[in-house]
């Protein structure tokens, strides 16, 4: 009985010190001791902890939010975001004190109130009083974290007048108040995510190395689920899918000076040329910053924000206008931006599981409505954009970082990164296990100072298969031949998680793959794969040409600009794709320029012959002209002869499979 907790002897302390085994299996027993302790279904329990947290601990470091634990408890008075003025990249996010906590679920959200309903979010000390046991405990210790949120799952359940049933399907509505979201579409999107995934099952290795399964049990349906209230009305701009809470706040379009306007460009997409990418940004700021950036004129902008603390989205420019996001006028006319509240230096505060899920949701809804494929040359990050001359690569961004779990989020998407071919492919695609991939970085503090360990999706590359061999150099990013760097800021010796590349090498552990024009090597073990066999297409140069420019942007050919318009500087990236090399494309690319000028209607699109392919160059994509290319397939053995990759069977509820054309 709920009462009789405190009669029952203590639990085992498992310390959120990430120091256990990997196959240790403490945090699975926590889970099953508390669900027989405060009688809360073990299934609702993992399910609820894994969409707050994927079952990480974090060492007693709070989120954004702050939330601690696999629980995700909440204990706003204690924990403060960084202020505007502090260091952004304070080590590991961790900042501790009184003061106002950032905008979390219950901050002003513009909702209507005929859209909300009454709830206590999962607050720690609340949980702390119910277990008698001091808060700090709850911090630190993950066992006492999870005893916490199944007490109070099980104290919601009995105010809501609901018998502490075995049968998961009586536990709908206690689940939609664990988050503490007063929006009850939010609400109904979290219970009915938890559902889903008990119906799926998981496993996963968490960051601290603990082995965690939740058995799938298909049948499970709500046995009670309210109709969902009817939200507030939207405004007619806004355009997020049902589920999801989201609101407008425009980005203005005006003139500045005679010879100057922003923040973005009127367009009318896909009529006038089609939307391919979706670009994932993140902040390097707190968002009320960032939402007043977006509505000056004078800044940059982006289609969409979407906060940490609760994975609320806010959209800023329609999907058929071009906004300023991207550093590449060819790729804002192709594409919307997704600005996700972070610093790349903090994933563990700032990369929450409500804003992964969040974001999945929205461009799943994305890419179905304007056909962009799930994959990593249509679906990247602001660090792959490629650039569009040579003089503007050094200045190009490199969020969100080699902490975003892109393995994870194509899970959530419904498409999830795997291997395509046998181990002895001509194609890899690098897929390291992020929870146990955590290569050293520096710079998250303070320059040249080394990062705290934390799971990864980048992989380094070195010119030599030998880790004690130099880093690969970028001739763009480092013009002058500086060396490349284990910063977390240098993308130059890198690769991510879900990109493709030709194999140019194998020996022993190490695969070589073409990169930049040049032979890279990586560490690749058998036993530990940090890429797994891809099938699928490359280019190479056409016989007889010994090498050919590559390009940041498909600009069409001379003859094809009117009178009017300006044709502008082609800038060859200074890279070459040799005779011999090969190089991954999973799409062909028209050629196109938009002339921009301040107007009433959209500029007129100068559309070319030439046809390029987009490529996977090196950490960014690039282009090369399909006129200098033959285009090759894979010879590739099928992937059921490849060794498995490592686990990561996740998936978030509602995934829906690729959005192919």
Not at 315 to 340: C, L, M, P
Request: proline share 10%.
């Amino acid at each position: 009985m709920f009462a009789g907790a405190v009669l029952l002897p203590p639990l085992l302390i498992l310390p959120m010190s990430g120091c256990a085994d990997p196959s240790d299996r403490q945090l699975q027993d926590a889970f099953t001791d508390a669900a027989r302790e405060f009688q809360v279904p073990r299934s609702v329990l993992m399910s609820v902890s894994y969409l707050q947290s994927r079952w990480d601990s974090h060492p007693g470091a709070p989120s954004v939010a702050g939330g601690f634990g696999p629980m995700h408890l909440l204990d706003p008075g204690l924990v403060t975001a960084p202020s505007p003025s502090a260091d952004p990249r304070a080590a590991d996010g961790v900042h501790t004190g009184h003061g106002a906590a950032a905008p979390g679920p219950d901050a002003a959200d513009g909702a209507d109130t005929s859209s909300r309903h009454a709830v206590q979010p999962a607050d720690l000390p609340h949980a702390a009083r119910l277990i008698h046991v001091p808060a700090e405990r709850l911090r630190k210790d993950a066992v006492a974290n999870v005893r916490g949120g199944a007490a109070l799952l099980a104290a919601t359940q009995r105010q809501l007048g609901k018998p502490l049933s075995a049968d998961p399907g009586d536990w709908w509505e206690t689940v939609a108040r664990f988050p503490g979201t007063r929006d009850v579409t939010s609400a109904a999107a979290y219970a009915d995510d938890v559902f889903a995934l008990i119906r799926r099952g998981a496993h996963r290795t968490t960051a601290e190395g603990q082995e965690v399964t939740l058995p799938a049990t298909p049948r499970v349906r709500p046995r009670h689920r309210p109709a969902t209230a009817k939200g507030p009305q939207r405004q007619k701009d806004v355009e997020c899918p049902a589920e999801l809470a989201c609101d407008w706040l425009g980005a203005p379009y005006e003139e500045i000076d005679d010879s100057a306007y922003g923040n973005h460009d009127l367009a009318d997409r896909p009529r006038d040329q089609p939307i391919e990418y979706i670009v994932i940004h993140d902040t390097e700021a707190e968002l009320p910053s960032m939402l007043q950036t977006v509505q000056d004129p004078t800044e940059s902008s982006w289609h969409y924000s979407i906060r940490s603390s609760d994975g609320r989205v806010t959209q800023h420019v329609k999907t058929k206008d071009e906004a300023w996001h991207s550093g590449s006028q060819f790729v804002n006319a192709r594409s919307i931006g997704i600005e996700h509240e972070g610093f790349l230096t903090q994933p563990g505060t700032w990369y929450t599981e409500r804003m992964y899920q969040a974001s999945a949701r929205l461009v799943k809804y994305l890419a179905k409505k304007y056909a962009i494929p799930l994959d990593r040359q249509h679906i990247f990050g602001h660090d792959n954009v490629p650039a569009p001359t040579a003089d503007s690569i050094p200045d190009m961004h490199d969020d969100p970082g080699p902490f975003w779990d892109w393995r994870h989020y194509f899970d959530l998407l419904g498409a999830p990164l795997r291997a395509t071919a046998g181990p002895d492919s001509d194609m890899v695609t690098i897929l390291p296990d992020y929870a146990t991939h955590q290569p050293e970085f520096t710079g998250c503090a303070r320059s040249g100072s080394p990062c705290r360990p934390h799971g990864s999706s980048a992989v380094r590359l070195y010119t030599e298969p030998s880790e004690r061999a130099p880093l690969i150099q970028d001739p763009g990013r480092k013009p002058d031949g500086e060396d490349s760097t284990r910063d977390v800021n240098d993308l130059g010796s890198r690769v991510s998680a879900g990109q493709t590349f030709a194999v140019a090498d194998r020996s022993g552990d190490w695969t070589a793959i073409w990169f930049q024009g040049h032979k890279a090597w990586f560490k690749n073990p058998r036993n530990h794969p940090t890429a797994v066999g891809a099938a699928g297409r490359m280019v190479t140069p056409k016989e007889g040409l010994d090498e050919i420019p590559v390009y940041g942007r498909a600009l069409p050919e001379e003859e094809a600009y009117p009178d009017d318009v300006d044709e502008p500087d082609e800038s060859p990236l200074p890279y070459s794709v040799q005779a011999g090399q090969r190089y991954v494309t999973q799409s062909g690319v028209g050629s196109s320029y938009t002339p921009k000028s301040f107007t009433d209607a959209p500029n007129p699109v100068v559309w070319g012959r030439e046809r390029y392919y987009e490529i996977q160059l090196g950490h960014r994509l690039a282009y090369v002209r399909a006129s200098d290319v033959d285009v090759v397939s894979s010879s590739a053995s099928p992937a059921s002869a490849a060794p498995p990759a490592p686990a990561s069977p996740e998936h978030s509820a509602g995934a829906a499979g690729p959005a192919g054309r």
